[in-house]
């Protein structure tokens, strides 16, 4: 499977526990970004790099989350002392720059299968 | 604010009736359009875009920028289109950054 892998597939953790999740995106892709998606919502955005510079992050990622991509290749998302109101599916994209004639760059983003966290 | 509405949860149809999911945003500038569909047990895919204006598995959506709408649409429903769609937004001038996704709709098509 040459797309975006994500481990653990499933995480149960008790509370103020730290958890840490691995994202490997499509390799050529120099775009990683994070998301968390909730029962009955969309995924929303956490986070997200080129490269290995974080470029924005969302105000949902609090001071427990942190995320790296140390070599622009893999990235891993940590919450620390974790929160029931942390347990969500975690999603991982990658993307590549291309070009639509006409209409200019476009990215579009492939998802891994993500890591459901359960914290109980 | 930068927002997706999807007005719909949950729409049921019979195979071969028409299909029309609903996709309202709100966004100051100009925007690029997404539909994202995950089937069961699948990982969340890309289905189609605005700017591609393509057909993908006889689905379309048309941008309405004076209605801020980008409504999915089939004519003839199929079950295997039976799956949970999200509509997206990337602002176009920061194309590549975050995705902002609606409450998606699931889409239920029984013979």
């Known amino acids: 499977d040459t797309g975006v892998s994500q481990n653990p597939r499933h995480k149960i953790t008790k509370r103020g526990q730290n958890v840490t999740f691995r994202c490997d995106p499509i390799?050529?892709?120099?775009?990683l970004y994070w998301y968390r998606q909730t029962l009955g919502q969309g995924p929303e955005f956490l986070t997200y790099?080129?490269?290995?510079?974080?470029?924005?992050k969302s105000r949902l990622l609090s001071d427990r989350f942190s995320a790296e991509r140390p070599k622009g290749s893999f990235s891993t998302l940590e919450i620390q002392r974790t929160e029931q109101g942390d347990s969500a599916m975690y999603l991982c994209?990658?993307?590549?720059?291309?070009?639509?004639?006409?209409?200019?760059?476009?990215?579009?983003?492939?998802f891994g299968p993500g890591t459901r966290l359960t914290v109980t | 604010a930068q927002r997706v509405t999807q007005p719909e949860k949950l729409l049921s149809v019979f195979k071969g009736a028409p299909v029309e999911l609903k996709c309202n945003y709100s966004y100051s500038g100009s925007p690029e359009l997404f539909w994202y569909v995950q089937y069961s047990r699948q990982r969340l895919q890309l289905l189609l875009r605005h700017i591609s204006r393509e057909s993908i598995k006889g689905f379309t959506a048309d941008l309405n920028k004076g209605e801020t709408s980008f409504h999915l649409k089939k004519p003839f429903a199929q079950e295997e289109d039976s799956a949970m769609y999200y509509c997206?937004?990337?602002?176009?001038?920061?194309?590549?950054?975050?995705?902002?996704f609606g409450k998606g709709t699931t889409l239920s098509v029984s013979s």
């Open positions: 790099f080129q490269n290995e510079a974080q470029l924005e």
């Open positions: 994209a990658s993307s590549l720059r291309s070009n639509i004639p006409g209409t200019g760059d476009s990215y579009e983003q492939y």
């Open positions: 390799s050529e892709h120099n775009r």
């Open positions: 997206a937004l990337s602002p176009r001038n920061q194309a590549g950054t975050a995705l902002i």
